[in-house]
């Protein structure tokens, strides 16, 4: 079993930046691929940024050019960093490893 904690969400001004850190641990034996979602109230989960095991990396339209997907392999830990936040960028961010999911952190933008 593996659990993944979030850190790193909070309050910021509309162009700030924040980072956000997702880490796994318990039955990790190597590093899969791992994902950041958002979810804002009454819509759907959707996906943010990928990372595979071997480094390649995906985006959402709305986030590219601005948040940039990386992992630290012996910390086991993922990272989100968000720069030029807008406020809809608003949401709670989840992080993902295969069919295991983290409890979220809530990032909101706002003057």
């Known amino acids: 079993q593996v659990q993944l904690v979030e850190s790193g969400g909070g309050l910021v001004q509309p162009g700030g930046s924040l980072r956000l850190s997702c880490t796994a641990s318990g039955n990790v034996y190597r590093f899969a691929a791992m994902d950041w979602y958002r979810q804002v109230p009454g819509k759907q989960r959707e996906l943010v940024a990928s990372?595979?095991?071997?480094?390649?990396?995906i985006y959402a339209d709305s986030v590219k050019d601005r948040f940039t997907i990386s992992k630290d392999i012996y910390k086991k830990t993922v990272y989100l960093q968000m720069d030029r936040l807008k406020p809809e960028d608003t949401a709670v961010y989840f992080c993902?490893?295969?069919?295991?999911w983290g409890q979220g952190t809530q990032v909101t933008v706002s003057s």
């Open positions: 990372i595979s095991g071997d480094g390649r990396t």
């Open positions: 993902k490893r295969l069919t295991d």
